[in-house]
């Protein structure tokens, strides 16, 4: 019913830049959180962005002053600004949503993209 499909990503070199998307679509009510994970080879995937419906953002401590996430709620859509990429940037990048479907009263879950592969290598 709920789909989140991303974009955006590729292979650059240290200190270029990429931008990711991710647009949700289906029987959609609201979205309350948005936000990117990644998980590295050999590692857990851990939060790198989150931002809330009002605007609201975090960041990790590794991506802050690099990375700025935002959102357009009239697309469902949230992106990631990754600027200054490091060759530890590399990773997939999944986007997820904290999604209600169809009412107010229906309950909250969390949908999660397919992942995008994100490569800084010179």
Do not use: H
């Amino acid at each position: 019913q709920v789909q989140l499909v991303e974009s955006g990503g590729g292979l650059v070199q240290p200190g270029e830049s990429l931008r990711l998307s991710c647009i949700a679509s289906g029987s959609i009510f609201s979205i309350s959180a948005m936000g990117w994970y990644r998980q590295a080879p050999g590692k857990q995937r851990a939060m790198v962005a989150g931002i809330t419906s009002g605007g609201t953002a975090m960041y990790t401590d590794s991506v802050k002053g690099r990375f700025i996430i935002s959102r357009d709620n009239a697309k469902n859509a949230v992106y990631l600004q990754m600027n200054s990429l490091k060759p530890e940037d590399t990773a997939v990048y999944y986007c997820y949503a904290k999604i209600r479907i169809g009412s107010s009263g229906s309950p909250e879950y969390t949908y999660w993209g397919q992942g995008t592969q994100v490569t800084v290598s010179s």
